[in-house]
């Protein structure tokens, strides 16, 4: 029995060592969508999440997904939490909620209240670094917009499927033709693109379908 319990401790300490540790230096600002550096080393959490909460709260009629996995991220208990201390499998668990949370947002990218909600997934989940290739991808169509380049400077951009949007960063005017070009050339931002549209697409009906029955139910 003691040899089963050695060997569990060692998978799971296996599967820690798995997780991508992701760790603000001393001097590194934290991930803000709204704030300046200097501000978002003076704003804390708790601020960060009441915004969001209160964006939500003015969101929620509109937005899609299951109500639970919204109050489920945006909870108490899920506030303060550090991905590093989760495994690898708890961490894609996460992710795969935080994704589907990201996509249901994307329609909303230039209103306040969205960008609030977004703000605290960058501070307490890490999205840009976890999830920064979905952020990328899926607010990709507000590409003319100076917030867009604001979410672009949280993100990471050395993958090989994002290092093309690096010219964003350099305050040029970027465009169609140069995202047409990437397209193009890289089949698989294509790919996950139609995915995430045909996935909201999807969810949006079904929102759209459980209102009509619940107005429905109401008259």
């Not at 495994?87 to 209240?113: A, C, G, H, I, Y």
């Not at 698989?188 to 995430?196: A, F, P, V």
Request: charged share 25%; net charge neutral.
């Amino acid at each position: 029995m003691q040899q089963s319990n050695t060997s569990l401790s060692a998978q799971l300490g296996q599967l820690k060592l798995q997780s991508r540790a992701i760790r603000l230096e001393p001097n590194q600002a934290p991930p803000s969508l709204l704030f300046s550096e200097a501000t978002s080393r003076a704003v804390d959490i708790d601020l960060i999440h009441s915004m969001a909460l209160g964006g939500y709260a003015r969101l929620r009629d509109q937005l899609c997904g299951p109500a639970d996995i919204h109050s489920e991220l945006l909870s108490h208990e899920m506030k303060g939490l550090n991905r590093n201390h989760l495994t690898k499998v708890e961490n894609e668990q996460l992710s795969t909620k935080l994704r589907r949370m990201l996509l249901w947002l994307s329609p909303f990218f230039l209103e306040p209240d969205c960008q609030k909600i977004l703000d605290y997934l960058l501070r307490n989940f890490y999205v840009h670094a976890f999830e920064g290739e979905n952020l990328c991808l899926l607010y990709l169509q507000f590409y003319r917009e100076p917030i867009y380049v604001k979410l672009l400077h949280n993100v990471n951009l050395e993958s090989r499927h994002l290092t093309w949007l690096k010219v964003f960063l350099q305050k040029q005017v970027v465009n169609q033709d140069l995202i047409v070009k990437a397209f193009a050339h890289d089949n698989y931002l294509l790919e996950q693109l139609r995915k995430s549209c045909l996935e909201l697409v999807r969810d949006q009906a079904r929102h759209q379908e459980e209102n009509t029955i619940i107005r429905l139910e109401e008259d």
